[in-house]
C-alpha cells in the first residue's frame, strides 16, 4: 500500500472515529435510549461535526503520524485536536442553531470519547507491530545489552525495537535508582559492575556502551570484560557529536582509541573565539595537514570573509579545497599552491589577500628522519617561519599564531630544537611588531598524519608484530579537533609573546597504546598479534616535556591552557645566528646547521640523542605541575 493510500485509510479511520464518538456522546447523556427526535438532532448536526473535526485534523496534521511509531507525541497531538475540534464544533453549532438540540454534556464527553477512539487502535497496532519484530529479532538470534539507562540509552533502545535484526535483552546503569526499574518494557539489570556475569547468563551477542559521558577508564573496563566473553561491543558517540541531538542505530559505530584514552570534551568561550574569526581573512600555512585541514574546516565553521589554504602539496591541498567548498558553498576559498620558504610566493599570497590571522601549521614533524637532515629542519621549521612571520609584520597582519610541539622542550633532536628556535623568532619578533605573535605548544595528536596510530593499525591488519620502540616509552596525545579548538582558544586569549602550553592530561605508555588497539581489533596482545621491541631511535625520549624548567607555568582564564614565561634571546644575536643558518642551508652544509641550532638553543646539548637522560623516570604530568604552581612551588609569569 503506498503512502498516499495509507494515509486516506488513516483520514477514513479518523473521521468514521469522530462519528462514532459523536453518536457515543449522545448516547452516554440520554443513558442509552433515544427519542426520534433526539435521533434527527445527532444525525442533523453529523456533517458538520464532521466536516469541522476534520478540518481541525487537517491542521494539527493527525494524519501524517505513523501508527507504528506512536508515542506520547501522537497522544498529545490526538488531545490537542479533539479539545480543539470540540470547541471548534461547539462555536460552529452556536453560529449554525444557537447549540438548539445540543446537550452541553455530549460537547463535554465527545473529545474524551473521541481521544479513547483515536489512542486505542494505534496503541494496539504499535503492540502488534513490536510482538512480530521481537519473533524475528528472536529468530535472528542478536541479543543487545545498552550499557547507560539514560537519555541516550532510552532513544537508542527506541529505536533498536523497531529493527528486526535484533533483540533488546535490557539495561545496566550505575544509577541505583533505577535498579529493578524497566525502561521501554525492558529491564534495568543492575549496575555495570554486573556486566561479566550478565555476559555469561544471558547469552549476551552485543554490548553497546550508551553513557556518552563514559570515562576512558569506564570503556576500558567495558571492552576488555567484553573481549574475555568474546562478545562484540559497540559505542555511541558524545552528544555533541551529534549533528541532530537525536540518537538511532545509524549512530552506533565501533569503539576507537580515542574513546579509551577518555579525553574530557573541551569547553570553549565559542563566543570570544567567533568574535575574534568571523568576519576576518584568515591564512592557514600548512592546510593540507592533519592540524592544518582541522584548523580550516573549524575556521570555516565561524564565518571569516575569507580562507586561504596556503599548502604546497597538491593532492592535500586539493582536498582540502574541495571538502570546504562543498561542506560551506558561501564561504570564500582561496586555494594557494606555495611553499613557506619561498619569500616571493609568501610575500605574493599576502600582498594579494591581506590576511589577518594567520595559523602557521606548516612544519617537517617526522623526529628520526630529520635527525639526519638537519638543513632540511632548519630551512623548513626555521627559516621558513621566519619568512611567513616578517611577511606578516610587513603586510599588517593582526595575529600569528604558530603551532608548536612538546619536542620543543629540552629538545633531543633536531625536529625538536628547530621548532624551539622557530619559537624564540617569533616571541623576539612580537617585542618589535604590531602584529601579535603567539605560540602554542602541545603533545602528539591521535591519527595524524605519520602517528603512531596509523602505523600501528597497518601493522595489526597485516598479522604485526607491533613494534614499539621501548616498553616504558610515554607520550602526551590529545584528539585533532581538541587541539584545534584550544588553538583558536589561545588565538583570541593571547596578547602577544606568549607561549601557550595545552593540557595534555596523564601521558599514556606507548605499550599500553598497542595492547588497546589490539584488542579493538578483536585480538588478543601477545597471542594473536606479538608486540615486538625495537629500542629508543635516534632523537627520541623516553617522555615528552611540554614546558622547561625555566619557564614559569601561570594559569589563564581556560582549565586546559597554561602560560610558560618566555625566555629572552638579544634580537642582534638571534638575527646573526639565523642569518648564518641561512648561508648555511644554501651551501647545503648539515653540521654547521646543527651547530647553529645548538648554538641557538643551547638546553640540546643537555639531553643525548639517545634518550638516556629520560630513563630516570616517567615524566611528570603537566596536572602536578599546575598544582605545584598553586601550592607557591613554581616560579609564575605575569601575562602581558
Known sequence: MGIINRRFAVVIHDLCMVLLAWVAAYLIRYNFSLSDMEWRSVMRMLPVVIVTQGLVFWGIGLHRGLWRFASLPDLWNIIRAAVLGALAIGLTLFLFNRLEGVPRAAL??????????????????????????????????????????????????????????????????????????????????????????????????VVIIATTSASGAQVRQVVETCDHAKVQFRILPRMQDLMSGLISLKDVREVAIDDLLGREPVSLDWRAISAGLAGKVVLVSGAGGSIGAELCRQIAHLKPVSIILFERCEFNLYSIEMELRSLHPGLVIHACLGDVCDRSGVDHVLS??????????????????????????????????????????????????????????????????????????????????????????????LGSAGSVVPLFQKQIAAGGPVTVTHPEITRYFMTIPEACQLIMQSAVMGKGGEIFVLNMGEPVKIHYLAEQMIRLSGKIPGEDIKIAYTGLRPGEKLYEELFHKQEGLSETGHEKIFLAQSREVAWDYLNEVINTMERSCHEYDDAQCVLLLKKLVPEMEDSPVTGAANAGGPSPSIISKVLEFKRGNVTTHKEP
Open 108 to 205: 463535554t464527553v465527545y473529545p474524551v470519547l473521541l481521544t479513547l477512539l483515536l489512542s486505542a487502535p494505534r496503541l494496539a497496532y504499535r503492540m502488534w507491530r513490536d510482538r512480530g519484530l521481537t519473533a524475528q529479532a528472536l529468530s535472528a538470534g542478536k541479543r543487545v545489552l545498552i550499557l547507560g539507562a539514560g537519555r541516550a540509552g532510552e532513544m537508542l533502545a527506541r529505536d533498536i525495537r523497531r529493527d528486526t535484526e535484533y533483540l533488546l535483552v535490557g539495561f545496566l546503569d550505575d544509577n541505583p535508582q533505577l535498579k529493578g526499574t524497566k525502561i521501554q518494557g525492558l529491564p534495568v539489570l543492575g549496575s555495570t559492575e554486573r556486566l561479566a556475569h550478565v555476559l555469561d547468563t544471558l547469552d549476551i551477542d
Open 352 to 445: 594579494k589577500h591581506r590576511p589577518e590571522v594567520i595559523f602557521h601549521a606548516a612544519a617537517y614533524k617526522h623526529v628520526p628522519m630529520l635527525q639526519t637532515q638537519a638543513r632540511e629542519a632548519v630551512r623548513n621549521n626555521v627559516l621558513g617561519t621566519k619568512t611567513l612571520a616578517l611577511a606578516a609584520d610587513k603586510y599588517s597582519c593582526t595575529t600569528f599564531i604558530m603551532i608548536s610541539t612538546d619536542k620543543a622542550v629540552n629538545p633531543a633532536n633536531i625536529m625538536g630544537t628547530s621548532k624551539r628556535a622557530a619559537e624564540i623568532f617569533c616571541q623576539m619578533l612580537d617585542r618589535r611588531s604590531a602584529t601579535r605573535y603567539i605560540t602554542v605548544r602541545f603533545g602528539n595528536v
